[in-house]
């Protein structure tokens, strides 16, 4: 199975500022059709995953432009600008590559 | 709008079988791959199964397989989870969640549904 390897595993930020979140594959998480299948969900408090980003840096529908991700191979990051206070809550990277899916612990963000 | 509600969660002794529910609207069902992603309490995410459109090919991981089965009907749009031979570590939120196209990248979820499997 692909081990996803997040880090931190929490940060606190201030509002306004700017947050990285990386994400480790223990495997390539290029498909052989050429795509790379790492997503970013986030979890707020009390509620569902939702997703934010797929195939690295594809926003989801309805996903503000502060969300950004990047990375391939094996290293990915989301990063977060203009933090607001809707954007806490724990923050997951996961592989649709192989299977089975697999998922990193989490990166709970908090709001200074 | 797209939603997933589950349904039929509760507490089931060690053992016991239940099966969980979901049920689909907002979009055309039968065009799209499923699964049942679960979150023991305080912990992270674990998918549990994938069943493709038209339910022919099952995928499981191997902390499941042969206990769960997952299901459709395309006929109702709903999603089905069966568990049998449930152990305390099956305790947990079971996410009822569309694959975006055949790729296991979750783009909605339902709400979850608890299950609690203890004596």
């Known amino acids: 199975d692909v081990v996803m390897t997040q880090t931190p595993v929490s940060l606190s930020v201030s509002l306004g500022g700017q947050v990285s979140i990386s994400c480790r594959s223990s495997?390539?998480?290029?498909?052989?059709?050429?795509?790379?299948?790492l997503s970013w969900y986030l979890q707020k408090p009390g509620q569902s995953p939702q997703l934010l980003i797929y195939?690295?840096?594809n926003r989801f529908s309805g996903i503000s432009d502060r969300f950004s991700g990047s990375g391939s191979g094996t290293d990915f990051t989301l990063k977060i600008s203009r933090v607001e206070p809707d954007d806490l809550g724990v923050y997951y990277c996961?592989?649709?590559?192989?299977?089975?899916?697999?998922f990193g612990s989490g990166t709970k963000l908090e709001i200074k | 709008e797209v939603q997933l509600v589950e349904s039929g969660g509760g507490l089931v002794q060690p053992g016991r079988s239940l099966k969980l529910s979901c049920a689909a609207s907002?979009?055309?069902?039968?065009?799209?791959?499923m699964a049942w992603v679960r979150q023991a309490p305080k912990k992270g995410l674990e998918w549990v199964a994938t069943?493709?459109?038209?339910?022919?090919?099952?995928y499981y991981p191997d902390s499941v397989k042969g206990r769960f089965t997952i299901s459709r009907d395309n006929a109702k749009s709903s999603l089905y989870l069966q568990m049998n031979s449930l152990k305390s570590e099956d305790t947990a939120t079971y996410y009822c969640?569309?694959?975006?196209?055949?790729?296991?990248?979750?783009?909605?979820w339902g709400q979850g549904v608890m299950v609690t499997v203890s004596s």
């Open positions: 969640a569309r694959h975006r196209a055949t790729v296991a990248t979750f783009d909605y």
């Open positions: 907002g979009f055309t069902f039968s065009n799209y791959y």
């Open positions: 069943i493709s459109t038209s339910g022919s090919r099952t």
């Open positions: 495997q390539s998480l290029v498909h052989n059709n050429g795509n790379t299948y």
């Open positions: 195939k690295v840096s």
């Open positions: 996961g592989q649709g590559t192989q299977y089975p899916p697999t």
